[in-house]
C-alpha cells in the first residue's frame, strides 16, 4: 500500500497558478494510475484529473480543462498538477489518490482508488 503525500498548495490570487505535487513511498508510482481530487467546504469530493503514469495518459474534468495540467517527473516519483488561471471555484483541499496499474473506466469516481494522501488546502482569493 502506497503513502501518499501532496504538497505545494497555499493561498493565490484570482488568475495565478499553483503547482502541487504528489509523491508516494511504498512502490514506484510509474506503477500506478495516479487521480487527483478536490472538496470544497459543503460539497462532495469532485475528480479533478488521472494520469496513467505508464503511458501518460490523462483526464480532466471539463472546469479544469485548458488551465490544469498534471504530469510525471521523470523518475516516475512525483507526479504534478500544475493549476494556471485559478478561479476562486477552484478554492479546495486538493487530495491525490494511487490505484495499481491504469486510470479506472470512471476514473472521477472515489472509490475506484485505493491509496489516498491526506490533502492541501488551496485557497483562491484577492
Known amino acids: 500500500q502506497l503513502e501518499l503525500v501532496e504538497s505545494g498548495g497555499g493561498l493565490v490570487q484570482p488568475g495565478g497558478s499553483l503547482r502541487l505535487a504528489c509523491t508516494g513511498s511504498g512502490f514506484p508510482l510509474a506503477e500506478y494510475a495516479i487521480g487527483w481530487f478536490r472538496q470544497a467546504p459543503g460539497k462532495e469530493r469532485e475528480g479533478v484529473s488521472c494520469?496513467?503514469?505508464?503511458?501518460?495518459?490523462?483526464y480532466y474534468t471539463d472546469s479544469v480543462k485548458g488551465r490544469f495540467t498534471t504530469s510525471r517527473s521523470n523518475s516516475g516519483k512525483t507526479i504534478y498538477l500544475e493549476m494556471n488561471n485559478l478561479k476562486s471555484e477552484d478554492t479546495a483541499n486538493y487530495y491525490c489518490?494511487?490505484?495499481?496499474?491504469?486510470?479506472?473506466?470512471?476514473?472521477?469516481?472515489?472509490?475506484?482508488?485505493?491509496?489516498w494522501g491526506q490533502g492541501t488546502q488551496v485557497t483562491v482569493s484577492s
Open positions: 494520469i496513467t503514469t505508464y503511458d501518460r495518459t490523462t
Open positions: 489518490a494511487a490505484e495499481p496499474g491504469f486510470c479506472p473506466p470512471i476514473w472521477d469516481l472515489e472509490r475506484e482508488y485505493r491509496d
